[in-house]
Structure formats: C-alpha cells, structure tokens
C-alpha cells in the first residue's frame, strides 16, 4: 500500500534517475573544492597579514582583522548560494512535480488507497530532504574550509541553512500551485521567476516609497506585503554573523505566510481537481 513514506521515497527515486541529485552534490563538491586549494592564508596574531587566491599574491590592504575577511567572505558565498540555488533548485526539480500530474501516472498514484494531501505531502517532504542535504552540504562544506584556515568557527553563519531551504520551499510553493492549477510546470517555474525578479524591486521599498504617492504608493505597498521578499532575505542572510545581526524579520516572516498560504490553496486544489 502506498503510504506517506512510499510517495517520499518515490521522489528520491525521481530524483536519483533524472541525476539531479548527483549533479547538485558534484557542483557543491567542486565549489568548496576549489575554494578550499585556491586560498592560503598567512595570519599573523589575529590579523591577516598575507591573501593568496589561485597562485596569486593579494594585499589585504593592511592589517586586516580575520574575522572580518571570514566574514565578507561567507557573505558573498553564501548571497551567490541563495540566489543561485534558489534558481538552478526550481529549474531542476520543475520536471518532479510535471511528471507526477503525467495523465497514467497521476491515474495510478490516485487509484491506490491513500489521500491525497499524503501523495502530495510525501513529495513535498521528500523534496525538502534532499534540497536540506544539499545545503548543509554546499554551505557547511565552506563554512568548514574557512574555520579551518582562519581558526574562526562561528557557528553563526550555519543559521544561513535552514533560512535558504525555508526560501526555497516558499518558491517551490508557487511552482507547485501553478503546476497543478494548469498543469503546465514551465509556467509555474516562469511565475516562481517572476516574483524573484519583482522581490528584487520590492527589496528597495526605502528609496522607493517616498517617490511614491496616492494609489501608486497604495498598489505598492500591498505587494511588498502580500509577495514573498525573497531578494531582501539575502541582506538577512549576511547579516546572520555580522557584529549588527539581523535587523529586520518582517520580510521572512511575511514570506512564510505567503507560503504558508500558497501550499494550503494547492492542497486543496489537489485533493478537489479532476486528473
């Protein structure tokens, strides 16, 4: 009998034979790879007093406090990791959620006696295993190169792992809904793109709003409410271990409840829809 677990492992199974998940593993691989041989260190009493990247000499441009190259280093890693991931994950995993609505497949899954929310739900959980993996891979992967090197281990960059996945699932919500509302995957991926790409308008709300007035500013601010502040998570995510924090949850909280809403209209789109 098909259960919860059968349907999650089913989505590893997918995942496995379409190779998504060992390019993702390769690629993570090769990043700190490469960053873990191309950079050497000379840090002379807490400060870095030598930079060598690819065979070649950097100056710090002083004495340069290790902490503080640990950490603008983590940032741009870890911003390029968020936008990117976010971007090949969505694209790659667009084929997972297609192929479960395939006429036949979707008859056969649907035919065996399990809910719906459970087919659904093991998908979802599968998924969001495997893309957890990935990230704890990928970033605690860098995380441990540098700690290594710098003998700097803060622990708070890690809190970058489950905020990414957090993202992704939130964005992986829009492709989901709008795949089994039309059951076309490439328009779902197209409107996850789009609100990214709109997120990154919102994201400058401070410079923007005040150019603003009357029904312009009213339309304005309604969607930087109501869409997911994906782009403005990624100044959350440098912020994690900088000496300031966070200085602002409200975009990641407003983007959870955005999910929150989206996954709740698509399970129960699912369980109505005639397949």
Do not use: C
């Not at 496995?16 to 993570?28: I, K």
């Not at 792992?161 to 992704?168: D, G």
């Amino acid at each position: 009998m098909l259960t919860f677990s059968g349907s999650l492992l089913l989505t590893f199974r997918e995942l496995w034979a379409l190779r998504l998940t060992q390019g993702m593993f390769a690629v993570a691989t090769l990043a700190w790879l490469v960053l873990s041989l191309a950079l050497k260190l000379d840090v002379v009493e807490g400060s870095l007093a030598a930079l060598r990247i690819f065979g070649m000499d950097a100056q710090p441009g002083g004495a340069l406090p290790v902490g503080e190259f640990v950490l603008a280093v983590n940032q741009m890693v870890f911003g390029a990791a968020y936008f990117l991931g976010t971007l090949l994950g969505l694209f790659a995993t667009m084929p997972l959620i297609g192929g479960l609505l395939e006429s036949g497949r979707i008859d056969l899954l649907l035919s065996k006696p399990v809910s719906r929310s459970r087919i659904l739900g093991g998908h979802l959980a599968g998924l969001v295993l495997v893309v957890s993996a990935l990230s704890t891979y990928l970033i605690g992967g860098v995380w441990l190169t540098l700690s290594l090197k710098t003998g700097i281990w803060e622990t708070a960059f890690l809190a970058a792992i489950p905020l990414m996945v957090a993202m992704f699932v939130v964005m992986y919500g829009v492709l989901l809904f709008f795949t089994v509302l039309t059951r076309n995957a490439g328009l779902g991926l197209i409107v996850s793109y789009g609100l990214i790409f709109v997120s990154v308008i919102l994201a400058a709300h401070e410079q923007i709003r005040p150019q603003l007035d009357g029904v312009g500013l009213a339309v304005f601010s309604t969607l930087y409410h109501v869409l997911p502040n994906f782009a403005e998570i990624a100044r959350t995510v440098s912020q994690l271990a900088s000496p300031e924090g966070v200085s602002d949850v409200y975009p990641f909280i407003s983007s959870l409840l955005f999910g929150g809403i989206v996954y709740a209209f698509s399970f129960r789109l699912f369980a109505r829809k005639d397949f």
